[in-house]
């Protein structure tokens, strides 16, 4: 042993100096306990052949009809002082003491596991050894094994960790000693899916599938456990997207009930579109996910298992632009997913009701309060977008408070908003109605969502309603929640008439409902020569993701291409493998007469500044319909570079549309696909029209809403204020379907939806 081991043994136990137990066994050589705590004083010296001479010494002397008993008390006394090692950290010394209770117990299966464990922390050569020597122990029991079950799901997480992607063989090995006798638990699986649903929530994708796979090999039919292997492996993006569809068809294939049959087709229609997989599949999956939809809405039913339905409902956007009928259909969700939910927390809802109707302090009592929740405070395009806003706060007039519902303690940007906001910065990845309870406990006046349907944590607190005015800002289109008081927008990404399908207040900032002060751009790393592409070539380029894209749209973008010379089109698409990409593309280009060497196909940048940088080789960027970009076309502005977008109707197909006039570009705005064509190719072959483009957007940077955010700071605080009177006066607002008071919204006992 070291000297480093020496030094420990004043704050380990609590024993005697080793002439004092010296003393006592010549005193009175039969007390055998003399024996253990002298040879563990010895142990803990560093001197471990002493030891073991001391501890064989009773064994061998005095008999062995009680040398059973004596060997009992001696691994019980070890046993307390390695647990007591690892209470205080010392984890060499209690991995030194569970050797030698190995050497007096060897089939101790937690002894094993727990030196197993103490190993991965200390990184000790013998680990396999170790493992292995597990296995064998476990091989040659008669009996079923007694060990904790806790236990060895935290070894299997350490050993995980070791290399999550792909994990020791060992690790399988270990696991398969032991299924057996883990499938008769009651507790084992639930912890095993807990596992995994944290380490998802906590941005860990190969840990989570690893401990829900396992799950899943101890009972193959649980829906749960399948859900928690897609979803991660969807997170991932590219081949395991793919991967991903073969558990999506067993999950389905299992499925009965309407809320499994939904989750099911939501999770192959996020395959489907983001692999680039099968357009024909993706809409056949489509109509059946709708129309189970449509009929749980109709169906008025009150199951608990309807909870699910919390956030589900984003493919409505993604595969057609028809929000007068969608929306209600999300409308309808909204409404009984947050009824089913009201039923099992109705005391924390209590708790918040009590507070909205004890007091409404005055706006010259106090700053008000307001929470910002998101997942997204971090490397995301929402965590980019909201900074400003946050970052311009006037602090006399607004206390701004943090809730984060994602942890990435290795992303730079969380940081930075950690680092910012400091103790208002308040981070739960597990428990919603925790955090829920939080807003209520800091009083917040207004809680602003910033995800929407992209986060089922964040549509579970809108829809507990902790705070009196709650808001939809900035990710998605609205959540449809009773709880919901309004949705920002502007007078260009709403049509005047989209109040009548709306349940929550459209309230219309007077300029631009997103404002920031612009992007940091990077080193590009894109070149035309490095393209093949030549000097005088016109480049259309397109990046976004697979959910964006379908071949109606690609036709449009190809036809494009056809008619101007000597053009070339840049494709990337997040989270998809860009020859799958090209897979699905090319078909499509043959019937359309467009020759493939046209097309670039690109991988996704590491950095998203180089994305930014790598823009500036297009000439024009092709938007997608119908769900256009948001943060991509932000980009594309301040790089100072013509986009071509086709206006819908939904919020998703008019964010390209707000933000080119309010940079005050019109050309490149169809109404329809015809336009759409028309635009791009005149654009294409006019220079000089894009050379004027360039100019206005260049100037627009010193001139226009859109890129100041401290005057949007300015303009979305007074709504607030606006808000906060309205709401303390206790006015009402009436839409055209109900009159509704701008107090808290809450289901009452007819399960009608009022404000």
Not at 307 to 328: C, H, K, T, W
Not at 346 to 354: A, D
Request: aromatic fraction near 10%; proline fraction near 5%; charged fraction near 20%.
């Amino acid at each position: 042993m070291t000297t480093q081991l020496n030094n420990q043994v004043a704050s380990a136990l609590t024993l005697l100096s080793i002439p004092e137990y010296e003393q006592n066994i010549a005193e009175n050589p039969r007390d055998v306990s003399n024996y253990w705590y002298l040879g563990l004083a010895l142990l803990l010296e560093g001197r471990e052949e002493e030891a073991q001479i001391t501890w064989m010494t009773p064994l061998l002397e005095f008999g062995e009809e009680e040398s059973e008993s004596w060997l009992q008390e001696l691994t019980e006394i070890l046993l307390h002082s390695a647990q007591e090692q690892e209470a205080n950290s010392n984890n060499k010394l209690a991995w030194v003491i569970r050797q030698h209770i190995e050497e007096f117990i060897p089939d101790d299966i937690n002894n094993l596991l727990k030196i197993i464990e103490l190993n991965t922390d200390l990184n000790i050569e013998d680990l396999e050894t170790n493992i292995n020597q597990l296995v064998e122990t476990i091989s040659q029991l008669t009996e079923t094994p007694v060990f904790d079950e806790n236990l060895l799901v935290k070894v299997i997480e350490k050993l995980v960790h070791l290399d999550p992607v792909t994990p020791p063989p060992f690790v399988d090995h270990l696991l398969e000693k032991f299924i057996i006798h883990l499938s008769t638990s009651d507790t084992i699986i639930p912890l095993l899916k807990g596992k995994a649903e944290a380490y998802y929530r906590f941005s860990q994708s190969y840990m989570s599938i690893y401990f829900a796979k396992v799950a899943l090999h101890l009972d193959p039919n649980n829906l749960d456990c399948i859900r928690k292997i897609v979803a991660p492996l969807q997170r991932l993006g590219s081949d395991y997207t793919k991967e991903s569809i073969d558990w999506v068809k067993k999950y389905l294939a299992l499925a009965q009930k309407p809320i499994d049959q939904i989750n099911g087709y939501h999770y192959l229609l996020d395959a489907l579109l983001t692999s680039c997989a099968s357009w024909e599949k993706a809409v056949q999956a489509y109509q059946a996910y709708k129309l189970y939809l449509s009929n749980v809405v109709n169906s008025k039913s009150d199951d608990e298992s309807l909870v699910q339905l919390l956030s589900i409902g984003a493919f409505l956007l993604y595969m057609e632009d028809n929000p007068r009928e969608n929306r209600l259909i999300r409308n309808g969700l909204a409404a009984l997913s947050q009824q089913v939910l009201w039923k099992s927390f109705p005391e924390n809802i209590n708790t918040y009701q009590k507070r909205f109707q004890s007091h409404r302090p005055a706006l010259s009592e106090r700053p008000l309060r307001i929470g910002y929740l998101s997942e997204c405070f971090r490397t995301h395009s929402v965590g980019f977008l909201a900074w400003w806003l946050l970052k311009y706060h006037d602090p006399q007039q607004f206390d701004i408070y943090l809730y984060s519902l994602k942890e990435n303690i290795y992303d730079p940007h969380q940081q930075a908003y950690k680092n910012e906001f400091g103790e208002r910065y308040h981070q739960e990845c597990l428990s919603m109605v925790a955090m829920a309870d939080k807003i209520n406990a800091d009083e917040i006046d207004i809680l602003v969502d910033l995800d929407s349907l992209t986060s089922y944590g964040g549509c579970a607190i809108l829809a507990l309603k902790p705070a009196p005015i709650q808001i939809s800002w900035l990710g998605y289109d609205g959540t449809g929640f009773p709880t919901v008081d309004y949705f920002m927008a502007d007078h260009y990404v709403l049509p005047e008439s989209a109040q009548d399908y709306y349940t929550e207040k459209i309230w219309r900032l007077p300029e631009n409902y997103i404002g920031i002060d612009g992007f940091t751009i990077g080193t590009p790393t894109l070149t035309r020569e490095s393209l093949d592409i030549p000097e005088d070539g016109i480049i259309y380029f397109s990046s976004q993701t697979g959910l964006k894209r379908n071949p109606q749209n690609i036709r449009l973008q190809l036809q494009i291409l056809k008619q101007v010379p000597n053009s070339y089109f840049l494709l990337k698409s997040h989270r998809t493998n860009y020859q799958d990409l090209q897979d699905f593309i090319a078909p499509i280009a043959e019937a359309e007469g467009v020759d493939l060497k046209q097309l670039r196909f690109l991988p996704s940048a590491p950095l998203d500044t180089e994305h930014r940088a790598n823009l500036a080789i297009a000439d024009v960027v092709l938007d997608t319909y119908p769900y256009n970009g948001a943060t991509t076309t932000l980009e594309t502005l301040w790089m100072g570079i013509p986009i071509v977008t086709r206006v819908g109707e939904q919020f998703a197909a008019r964010n390209s549309y707000t933000m080119m006039m309010n940079v005050g570009v019109t050309e490149g705005i169809a109404w329809s696909d015809e336009e759409y064509v028309e635009w791009g190719v005149r654009l294409g072959k006019d220079e000089k029209l894009r050379q004027e483009i360039v100019w206005k957007l260049r100037k627009s940077r010193q001139t226009s809403p859109l890129w100041n955010g401290k005057k949007f700071a300015r303009e979305m605080e007074k709504a607030y204020l606006q808000m906060w009177q309205i709401y303390f006066s206790g006015d009402v607002y009436c839409s055209s379907s109900s009159c509704q008071s701008l107090n808290p919204g809450y289901p009452d006992s007819d399960n009608k939806v009022f404000m």
